[in-house]
């Protein structure tokens, strides 16, 4: 999550203390800058042309999520779509996850309703790379639906290198970009304004 091989992951197949074997080699080997989390997987899942109506969420993701695709939902009367990569006991990446081509109607119970790239630590101090090029492309929101991207001052770059593009939002609606976000490629989203939020 930080230093040499940011943004590398393997499985661990085998542990002895604290020596792991991982199911293939790095291709970047780890050295003393690296920062690692070992923590259980929740990955390379398919959400396929669902309808969710009347929920929390349509989806939500955190935990480790790794290499998901949520692809040609529509979702009614929920709080939208989530990308979560929080700090549990330890850090939990979310990284190479895509929202493609979704759909988000009536909001749920808050009134709102969003599609969220999410980076949150409670008590780490170390500028880690949590919420990793994720892609959200192609989505329909009617309004007062909207797409943030929040990191977590005063970490630069908890989200980092995600892609908004090519999403229709309502004329009201808006990209919202918080502090804690890097390298955020940003456009052709429908006319919506895009909003630099602290």
Known sequence: MAGAGVGEWARVVA???AEVQIDRPLPTPPDATSLVS?????????????DFEDAAFAVQLYG????????GNRSSLTEGYFIKALEYQHPQPSWYNQILDNEIGAPGLGGTASITLLGRLKSLADPLTLNYM?????????????IE?????PFPALVSDP????NRLAPTASVGKFAGVANAVIRAN????EEARP
């Open 190 to 193: 429908g006319g919506a304004r």
């Open 134 to 146: 994720s892609v959200v492309r192609g989505n329909r929101l009617a309004a007062p639906a909207r």
């Open 149 to 153: 991207l929040r990191g977590q001052p």
């Open 15 to 17: 542990r002895n203390g």
């Open 38 to 50: 070992i923590a259980p997987m929740q990955g390379q899942h398919l959400f396929i042309d669902n």
């Open 163 to 166: 892609i908004v593009e090519h």
């Open 64 to 71: 480790t999520s790794i290499e998901t695709v949520i692809a």
